[in-house]
């Protein structure tokens, strides 16, 4: 069973939104501060555990494939840049728990309050993605950028940078 779904983003961190939609990675990167580098030779998890080289955005598109799956088709590109944005804000939410971000807290709640107006399977498959990101996807350490390019579905590809997260 597909649910479509093209609901506001008002709620979630603008930040996010603004940075993903427009691909300038510089407000995310400010989160992080001077800590944070880009990675080279990036990696992703193979089905036997093992590392191997990949593409990130194979990555967060093989992440997101639980929510793209539930959506069904997208009506238009503003629709797959939703379903990214949603998938890379659970990708990198336990990233920025995990070091102690100090704006983790404030992120979660404005997450956890645009859940409040989503259809329920979407806001449990949203659960379930940050579950997934902690478990079957908690040795990758980065966090990542990521960004549909395009005007309409015919020429939209999903670009996306990894940034290696570190203590606060």
């Given at each position: ?33 001077s800590k ?33 799956d ?34 983790h ?11 409040i ?6 806001a ?10 902690k478990?079957?996807?908690g ?30």
């Amino acid at each position: 069973m597909a649910f479509g779904w093209s609901g506001s983003l008002e709620g979630l961190p603008s930040l996010f939104v603004t940075s993903i939609a427009a691909g300038d990675s510089g407000g995310i990167v400010a989160l992080v501060g001077s800590k944070t580098k880009r990675l080279k030779g990036l990696r992703k998890l193979g089905d036997d555990g093992r590392w191997m080289p990949g593409k990130i955005s194979e990555l967060i598109h093989d992440f997101a494939r639980p929510l793209l799956d539930a959506m069904g088709p997208p009506r238009n590109i503003d629709d797959l840049r939703n379903a990214f944005m949603l998938a890379t804000l659970c990708w990198n939410l336990p990233v920025f728990e995990r070091t102690g971000n100090p704006q983790h807290h404030e992120l979660r709640q404005q997450f956890d309050s645009s859940l409040i107006g989503m259809p329920e399977p979407i806001a449990s498959l949203l659960h379930q993605l940050l579950e997934d990101r902690k478990t079957k996807f908690g040795q990758i350490p980065f966090w990542v950028i990521a960004e549909v390019r395009g005007t309409n579905l015919d020429d939209a590809t999903v670009y996306a940078e990894a940034r290696q997260a570190t203590a606060q």
